[in-house]
Structures are given as structure tokens and as C-alpha cells.
Nanobody, 125 residues
Framework: DVQLVESGGGSVQAGGSLRLSCVAS????????MGWFRQTPGKEREGVAA???????SYADSVKGRFTISRDNAKNTLYLQMNSLKPEDTAMYYCATRPIRSSSCHFPFWEGYAVWGQGTQVTVS
């Protein structure tokens, strides 16, 4: 039973754009907070962006102004629009959900995420 499925990753040149999608089963989509994280080999996973059920969003400083997180409630889908991509954005990107209502799901805490997708690779050259 797969709860979160990411897609949209790929290879792109610096300055290009990609849009990641994360389709969630209804139960997990209704959780309080949904977020995007990324990880490169040998480094800790880092928070990228989060959105809660009230519509509040937050971003890591490294992506602010370039990435936009959004959600389509009719499709149970979370998105991450990534513009002006840089080589340092290369990573495996994961979506995740947090069931408990708390502002700590947002930057800079990124806490409490309990369910994770399998990830989609983004490579910027």
C-alpha cells in the first residue's frame, strides 16, 4: 500500500525548471502538513519547502524565490515548482506528511514528518 508517490524528476541544465508532483492517498493528503525534502549521498536530508492545511508555506533560504510549493486538493497532489535551478539543487527529492498540527513542520524546524515517499531524482548540470 503506497501512500505517497513522487514524480517529475529528471535531468536539466542550470537555469532550467522542473515541477515535481506527489500524489497521496486521501488519508495521508489530509494530514496537517506536507513537505518536500532532499538528500545527496553522504549528506543529511534537508527540508526544502512545506505547506500546511491552512495554506501557510515556508522555504529553505537556499530555494526561496526560486521554488514554489502548492497543493491541489481535488487531486490529492502536492507540487514543487522549481525554477532557476542550480547544480547544487541536484539531489533525491522526497515528499512527506506530518499528521499533528504544529508550526514546527515549517522552516527552520521541519519536524514531525511521519510518512515518506520513495523519492524522485533531480540532476542539474
Amino acid at each position: 500500500d503506497v501512500q505517497l508517490v513522487e514524480s517529475g524528476g529528471g535531468s536539466v541544465q542550470a537555469g532550467g525548471s522542473l515541477r515535481l508532483s506527489c500524489v497521496a492517498s486521501a488519508f495521508y493528503y489530509r494530514m496537517y502538513c506536507m513537505g518536500w525534502f532532499r538528500q545527496t549521498p553522504g549528506k543529511e536530508r534537508e527540508g526544502v519547502a512545506a505547506i500546511d492545511s491552512d495554506g501557510r508555506t515556508s522555504y529553505a533560504d537556499s530555494v526561496k524565490g526560486r521554488f514554489t510549493i502548492s497543493r491541489d486538493n481535488a487531486k490529492n497532489t502536492l507540487y514543487l515548482q522549481m525554477n532557476s535551478l542550480k547544480p547544487e539543487d541536484t539531489a533525491m527529492y522526497y515528499c512527506a506528511t506530518r499528521p499533528i498540527r504544529s508550526s514546527s513542520c515549517h522552516f527552520p524546524f521541519w519536524e514531525g514528518y511521519a510518512v515518506w515517499g520513495q523519492g524522485t531524482q533531480v540532476t542539474v548540470s
